[in-house]
C-alpha cells in the first residue's frame, strides 16, 4: 500500500487514466478483444514485449483496475481477478502446484476448499494434511520433504477460529514454503496477510467486497513471480473475472471501509447481547474477550468482522426452529451483504459431513452463523431475539 495515502484514498482515488472523454467515473469495457495498429505491433504484443490489452480473458482495463486497486490496498506486487472465490482458489493452487507435492492445511477451511484438496486434487497425485486450528504446534510435524504450500483462512467459516498469521509466517519462512491465506472475511481493511508473512492473499470478492450481493468475484494478489505463474494458468484456462463485475467491485472497494466500519460496529452489538442470551451456550466474536483467539485477533486486525457464531441450547431441532422464526433477517448461503443473513450449517451448508468431521472444526448441531449488515442494529438484535424466543 502507497506510505503516502490512507486506505481510504487508495480505494477511491486509484483508477485508470481518463480517456478523451475526460469522464470522473471510470467507464465499462464491454470488449472481448483489442485492436493493433500493425502486423508488428501484434507480434509485439503476443511477445509480451508490450504492455497492452489483447483480450479479455488475459486482461482487460476494468479487471486491471480493480486488481491494481486490491494490490494497494494489501500491499501486493501484483494479482489476477478471477470470475469467483473458488476459481481464484483452484487456480491458485492448480499453477503452483506439481503432481506428487503435498499440502499443509488448517483443517477448519470453506467446504468447496476442503472439497478440492479431498477429492480432485488427489487425481493429480497432490494430497494435503489438516491441522487444527487450536494446534499450531503440530504443524511442524506435518511437513514432508513434497510439501510446498501452507494454507489457512483467519477467520475461519463458519465457527470464526483465528489462526496466527505471524506464527504461520515464521513457520512457512523457516521450512521454504509458500503461505497462502485466504483473507476473505477480514478483507484489506481489517487484515494484511502480507505483512506477516504471506506469499499470496486470497479473497472470494463475491463476499464483504462487493457487499451487496450483486456479483461474484474472486482475486489472488502476492508476489509478482508467484502471480506470473498463475497468470500463465488463468490465461490459458479461462477463469476470468468479468468486465462488467470487475467495474462493480472496483466501485465497491470506494466505500469498503465505510462499510465494513458499520458491519463491525453492529456486529460486536450483536455478539455482545447474544452472549447475554439464556438460550445461547456460547458466542464466537474475534473481539468479544471471551473468544479463545482475543489476543491475537487485536494483534492482527483492525477489527472484528461481521460474521457471528452463535450456539443455540437445544441442537439440529433448535436451529432448524431458530430460522424458520426469524422474520427480517435473510436465509441464504451468502455472507458479507448489506443485509443481516443467517445460515444453520449443521442441517445446511455443511449437512453431509459426519457429525465427527463437524465437530472436528467446531460445527456444532446448534451452531448459527450471522453476517451482520448494515440495518440498524436495534432491528437487528430485535429479529434475532424473537427467533430465539
Known sequence: MSKEKHFETEAIRAQLERTQFTEHSVPLYLTSSFLFDDAEDMRASFAEEKE???????????????????????????????????????????????????????????GSTHTLFTKYLPKWNIETSYFKV????????????????????TPT??????????????????????????????T????????????????????????????????TVGSEDL????????????????????????????????????????????????????????VRYPFLKSHPQYEIAKKQMKLGGNVVAFEIKGGVEAGRKFLDAITMCSLSANLGDTRTIVTHPASTTHSKLSEDDRLEVGITDGLVRVSVGLEHVDDIIAD?????Q
Open 52 to 110: 497492452r490489452n489483447i483480450y479479455s480473458r488475459f486482461t482487460n482495463p476494468n479487471t486491471s483496475e480493480f486488481v491494481d486497486k486490491m494490490c494497494k490496498l494489501e500491499g501486493a506486487e501484483a494479482g489476477y481477478a478471477f470470475a469467483t472465490g473458488m476459481a481464484a482458489v483452484f487456480s491458485t493452487f492448480a499453477a503452483l502446484l506439481n503432481s506428487g507435492d503435498h499440502i499443509v492445511s488448517a483443517r477448519s477451511v470453506f
Open 384 to 388: 434475532l431475539n424473537q427467533a430465539l
Open 227 to 282: 502471480i506470473r505463474e498463475i497468470y500463465l494458468f488463468s490465461r490459458n484456462t479461462g477463469p476470468a473475472l468479468s468486465p462488467f463485475n470487475a467495474w462493480v467491485l472496483s466501485k465497491s472497494l470506494e466505500t469498503l471501509a465505510v462499510r465494513v466500519d458499520r458491519h463491525c460496529e453492529n456486529a460486536i452489538k450483536v455478539a455482545e447481547y447474544l452472549e447475554s442470551h439464556s438460550k445461547v451456550n456460547l
Open 134 to 153: 487450536n494446534e499450531v504446534d503440530s504443524i511442524e510435524s506435518l511437513i514432508q520433504p513434497n510439501t510446498k504450500i501452507l494454507y489457512a483462512e
Open 188 to 219: 484489506p481493511y481489517l487484515q494484511n496477510p502480507i505483512q506477516f508473512g504471506a506469499d499470496l492473499v486470497i479473497h472470494s470478492a463475491t463476499k464483504l467486497i462487493d457487499g451487496q450481493g450483486r456479483v461474484l468475484g474472486g482475486v
Open 157 to 186: 467459516n463458519p465457527a470464526v477460529d483465528i489462526l496466527d498469521l505471524e506464527r504461520l509466517g515464521s513457520i512457512a519462512k523457516k521450512h521454504n514454503l509458500l503461505l497462502v491465506i485466504d483473507n476473505c472475511f477480514a
